[in-house]
């Protein structure tokens, strides 16, 4: 573990050099071990062999797929949600409180 390297992928995040950020590993029928595609042996997760190649999926990691809600919004959404059922009115959804919160105050997200 002193040895640990890193990369930096697409979106400036630091990512650890190892067999799970490798296009290589592969799973085994067992939760606890992957296994090497190339030399077809149980890794241990923390190694770097010579084959070690970056999985593209960890250079996109962290981009604009995800997009974080303000503060202001989440209340919103937690109070609409928890409101007592009303007999004859439809419970908001995640979605439409979304909606409603857009329409009255703008993006719920924040804008980085």
Do not use: W
Not at 64 to 72: A, F, I, N, P, Y
Not at 75 to 103: A, C, Q
């Amino acid at each position: 573990m002193d040895n640990e390297e890193f990369f930096v992928n697409n979106n400036g995040l630091r990512m650890r050099r190892c067999c799970a950020s490798c296009i290589h590993k592969d799973y085994t029928e067992s939760v606890n071990y992957r296994t090497c595609k190339i030399h077809k042996v149980d890794v241990v997760p923390s190694e770097v062999c010579e084959s070690y190649e970056t999985d593209p999926k960890y250079m996109d990691e962290g981009g604009s797929l995800g997009q974080v809600r303000t503060k202001h919004f989440i209340d919103y959404l937690t109070e609409r949600l928890l409101e007592p059922e009303v007999p004859g009115v439809k419970k908001p959804t995640p979605f439409s409180v979304e909606k409603e919160y857009t329409e009255k105050y703008g993006s719920p997200y924040v804008k980085l």
